[in-house]
Structures are given as structure tokens and as C-alpha cells.
């Protein structure tokens, strides 16, 4: 497998918690890099955006919400097989059902206010990672 990119989101329980730093020890633990970061704070058309797949799902208006509530830290991740890696350091989006050892269960508040985002393929992750970043701002 060759060395791959991936996108994440530090959300707003975490920042908020100033769990930023422990949340990256645990991502680079995993085996990934931080290629580029960014602190921000996502504007409602952002975070409908980014989350445009979900816009019929019944917690998606909470959920705007919820990552417009405070900063949050962008970033790409890279490494070998990153996508999926980075789900396993994850955890599971429900906090009840992630593993131990996860970001999640370590930390998540809830289901909604569950600490991480991550990528689900990487189709998704070049989109994710177009979404927020600029070329140039990508450093391997
Ligand atoms: N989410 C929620 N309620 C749900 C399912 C998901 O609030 O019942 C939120 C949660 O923050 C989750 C995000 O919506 O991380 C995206 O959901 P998805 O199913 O894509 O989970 P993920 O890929 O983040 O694990």
C-alpha cells in the first residue's frame, strides 16, 4: 500500500476541552503525519457544506450546528493506508461502541460530540482536503 492522504477534523468538544495536542499524540501514534493544519472557525455555509451528504439525515441541522459552535482544527494526515488507519484510531461514531485505545472512546462527549472527524475513503478524503485546503498550504 502506498503512502496516502487523508482529512480531519479536531471538533469543538475537543477543542473546547483543549484536547488538541493529546488528540494529534494519539493520530501520530497511529503512524500518521500532520502534513498541514489549520485552526478555524467554520461559517454555517461550510459546515453545510462539508456535511452536505447528511442534509436529509434527521441530526443534520444539530449537527451544523454542533461544528459551528467553536474552533476547530483542519487537517491532512499522511501514511501508509491513512484512510483507514485513521478510522481505526477513531473508533466507532457512537462513543458507547468504540474500542478502547480509540480518540472516541478516550474522549468523545457523545455521538454527535464525538471528538473526530476522519475520512471514510479516499475519494471522499481529496474532496474533504480540497474543501479546506489550498495546495501550497500542504507540506509532506
Ligand atoms: N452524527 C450524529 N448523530 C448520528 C450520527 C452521526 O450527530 O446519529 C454526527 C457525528 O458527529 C458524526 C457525523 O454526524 O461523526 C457524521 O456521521 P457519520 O455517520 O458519517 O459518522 P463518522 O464517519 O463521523 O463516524
Known amino acids: 500500500m502506498a503512502t496516502e492522504r487523508t482529512f480531519s477534523i479536531i471538533k469543538p468538544d475537543a477543542t473546547r476541552r483543549n484536547l488538541t495536542g493529546a488528540v494529534t499524540k494519539m493520530l501520530e501514534e497511529a503512524g500518521l503525519r500532520v502534513v498541514a493544519s489549520k485552526r478555524i472557525h467554520m461559517s454555517r455555509e461550510q459546515a453545510e457544506g462539508f456535511y452536505g451528504v447528511h442534509r436529509e ?12 459552535s467553536g474552533p476547530v482544527v483542519v487537517q491532512v494526515l499522511e501514511g501508509e493506508n491513512a484512510v483507514a488507519r485513521n478510522r481505526e484510531v477513531m473508533g466507532a461514531t457512537n462513543p458507547a461502541q468504540a474500542d478502547e485505545g480509540t480518540i472516541r472512546k478516550s474522549f468523545a462527549e457523545s ?9 471514510d475513503s479516499a475519494d471522499n478524503a481529496k474532496i474533504e482536503i480540497d474543501f479546506f485546503f489550498k495546495p501550497e498550504e500542504i507540506v509532506g
Open 57 to 68: 439525515r434527521p441530526f443534520f441541522s444539530d449537527l451544523v450546528q454542533f461544528m459551528t
Open 111 to 119: 455521538i454527535e460530540a464525538n471528538s473526530v472527524h476522519g475520512s
